[in-house]
């Protein structure tokens, strides 16, 4: 069974940093794409960040210079390095992954998810 764990959510000011990971446990795929996913009051879901198994990577373009997506293969641990953090940035944060390759702005919905981590940013 697939379980993924995200953990660095918080809150800070604007212009701020955190770190969100996401320990993936269980996948067994060598094929993968995993991303992150956001989803603020009132508002849909979106796409963040997405790399995949070939260490392609895709950025909202409201995130891109910003926020950094990247992995540690031997620790199974996605990560989202988020700078100049925004009001806007302020949402659940989301860790999904799936055997089928999508990007950021792909309408695919990845099968397996994790729980959410908030980020709040006050300005």
């Known amino acids: 069974q697939v379980q993924l764990v995200e953990s660095g959510g918080g809150s800070v000011q604007a212009g701020g940093s955190l770190r969100l990971s996401c320990a993936a446990f269980?996948?067994?795929?060598?094929?993968?794409?995993m991303g992150w996913f956001r989803q603020a009051p009132g508002k849909e879901r979106e796409g963040v960040a997405t790399?995949?198994?070939?260490?392609?990577?895709t950025y909202t373009d409201s995130v891109k210079g910003r926020f950094t997506i990247s992995q540690d293969n031997a620790k199974n641990t996605l990560y989202l390095q988020m700078n100049s953090l925004k009001p806007e940035d302020t949402a659940m944060y989301y860790c999904a992954v799936d055997p089928f390759s999508f990007g950021a702005y792909s309408d695919y919905v990845p099968n397996y998810w994790g729980q959410g981590t908030q980020v709040t940013v006050s300005s």
């Open positions: 269980g996948y067994t795929y060598n094929i993968y794409c």
């Open positions: 790399i995949n198994s070939d260490g392609i990577t």
